[in-house]
Each structure stands twice: as C-alpha cells, then as structure tokens.
C-alpha cells in the first residue's frame, strides 16, 4: 500500500495542475472536466486546480483568472519562461495537497479519472499511475495520425499508446504522482524542455519507486492537425529520446532504433543507389514496409481519405523521429545539475 494511504486518519487531498499556454480554445472546458472530478470523489477530500500560465498571445490569461475569480478552488500562478517542465513546478511549488494529477490545457479528464488514480496509487503503492493516451482526430489527416499513434507499427509497443494489461513500465502518458516522492526525486528538471516526462520517471524508478500503468485511465489526445507539425513533434521526439538514453543506457531498446536505422539506410540507399543500383533495395524495402504496415494500421483508420494518408503519415512519423535521434546534439541539455527543489524554493 501507498504510504500516503497507510493512515486512516490522513486527510489526502489532490491538487490537478495544468500547464498553460496559448490555450484560449480548450482552458475552460479542460477546468471544467477537471473539476467535475469531485463528483466520484467523497465528500471529504479537498479539492483544487493549479493553472501555470505562461506568455500568450490570445485570452488565457484573462480566461483563467475568470475562471478562478468564479471558483475558488481555481488558483493561477505565472510561469515566466512559457517552458512546459517550469509550468509543471510552479504549479506543484502552488499547490496544497498531497496528490498530483498532471493535466495537459487542452486535455479533458474523463468521468472518475481521478478516482479510478487514487485506487490504484493506494493499491499498488506506487509513486506515479498514469494510463493510455487515446488518440482521437476530427479531420481525416488527425484520424490517420490516431490510427498509427495507437499502433505497435506506428510509434512501438508502448502500452501508453497500444494499451495492454496493468503493470509496472518506465513511463505514463500524464501521471498521478504522490507528491512527497516527486519533491524528494526533485520535480521536474527543467533543461529538458521536452522528454520532461520520461526523464523524471527515470529518476523516480532509479530511486526505487514504482511507476505504473492502468489501461483504465484513459485520456483523450488530439493529434497534430498538419504534416508540418506532426513532423517537428516527432523530430523532437526523437531528439530528446536520445538526450535521455544519454542519461541513463539502460533505457535503450530495440524499438528506438528502428527509426534512426531505416532513416540511414534508406538515404544511404539513396545516395549508392546513383552508382550501385542494387542499394536502391534499402529504401525499397522501408517504402514495402510502410505500405504494408499502412495496410494493417487502416482497420483502425475510418474513411478513405484517412486510409490513404497512412503512408505519408507513418513515414514522417518514423522518418522525422529517426533524423531527430540522429542529428541529437550533446549540447541539448545544458552541462551541470538542474536546479534543485530547494533553490526554487528560496527564489
């Protein structure tokens, strides 16, 4: 059992804490979500929402501090940098109680997430619980990035992704985290501007805390609407993935390298092909394996238009994380320790 739940007699209160920026379109409806969360939860559990609002350029901040002038459980606080990771900390340092549900500005909780979280913290003992990150697109080029985000030949076998039974992993999509062990593993660190959630997950598992899967903690996730986008969002991804295998090795794996080896072989193809006709068979062979993979992914795909943007979307899904891993900087993060719990605290 979680020690946070081992007395009775504690009063365990949750504090959601979004991140926030140019979020005019969704903040409200995120915050209303979010606290509708109260009706499965008893009567006696205290109950706010921490909104981290960085620079905007539409009506966030106007937006949120209506929403907390209308409810007092709401409260702001400034996050000067717009950085996602030092949102997530003055969010945290702001809050009042003792569990942490982490929440995207544009994310909108389910009925009961957060009581269904508190479950599984208290019966698994675990430091952090998180579930499945439920890609649903509107428009067909969305509904083709949420059929392959939600496949093992898209984005791997990550069950945050794929789903799969409950069970201890190295991440979760969000995260409900007993608040003390995330103080004591030092919050978020704030370098890593993205990967923020893999590299503090990282910490928590090598300090001996367990991290935790529940498929029934589901999360709806809107895709990126434009090929553009999806490109620069999996070229970071990439990116920052090596930053944290540079870490810590162990967290290296075969599903990792797919991408940046089917990016190298097939421009090494490419390239030989001009005086080797036969290397032309590398980038053949990657372009078989999308149009068949495209082929599976498309029984999840509604819609023609969907179904045949597959291939253009997985190839820059996997293409744009393989050149992202490949071209990954050592310099990405800054040398040096982050900053700790304590400095922020005596800013």
């Not at 205290?46 to 409260?75: C, M, Y």
């Not at 890593?192 to 893999?198: G, L, M, V």
């Amino acid at each position: 059992m979680n020690e946070l739940f081992a007395n009775p007699l504690r009063k365990i209160g949750v504090s959601v804490v979004m991140p926030v920026r140019n979020e005019e379109r969704h903040l409200e409806a995120a915050v209303r979500a979010a606290l509708a969360q109260v009706r499965s939860l008893p009567p006696e559990i205290p109950f706010e929402v921490v909104l981290a609002v960085g620079p905007s350029h539409d009506r966030t901040w106007e937006i949120a501090e209506n929403l907390a002038a209308q409810d007092g459980r709401v409260k702001v606080v400034a996050n000067p940098t717009g950085k996602t990771p030092s949102a997530l900390n003055a969010g945290i340092r702001a809050s009042s109680f003792d569990v942490i549900v982490r929440v995207d500005g544009h994310a909108e909780l389910p009925e009961g997430y957060v009581e269904r979280a508190l479950e599984v913290l208290a019966r698994t003992g675990a430091v952090n619980v998180g579930g499945i990150m439920a890609a649903e697109g509107v428009t067909y080029f969305e509904k083709a990035v949420a059929a392959a985000m939600t496949s093992p030949l898209g984005v791997g076998a990550s069950r945050f992704h794929t789903g799969g039974e409950e069970g201890s992993v190295d991440t979760v999509y969000l995260g409900v985290f007993d608040k003390a062990k995330l103080i004591e593993a030092g919050g978020y660190d704030e370098r890593f501007i993205r990967a923020q959630d893999w590299e503090l997950n990282l910490r928590l598992r090598e300090r001996g805390g367990v991290v935790w899967f529940s498929p029934d903690l589901k999360v709806a996730y809107r895709p990126r609407s434009s090929l553009r986008a999806l490109a620069k969002q999996y070229f970071e991804y990439g990116r920052w993935r090596r930053v944290v295998i540079r870490k810590n090795r162990t967290t290296l794996n075969l599903r990792y390298l797919a991408p940046p080896v089917a990016f190298f072989g097939s421009l090494i193809g490419l390239i030989s092909g001009f005086f080797f006709p036969w290397a032309l068979l590398l980038p053949a062979g990657y372009l078989a394996f999308v149009l068949l993979a495209s082929l599976m992914i498309s029984r999840g795909a509604a819609g023609f238009a969907s179904k045949a943007a597959l291939p253009m979307v997985l190839g820059t899904m996997q293409m744009a994380w393989g050149l992202g891993f490949l071209t990954s900087p050592a310099s990405l993060v800054p040398q040096g320790a982050p900053a700790s719990w304590e400095d922020h605290r005596r800013e």
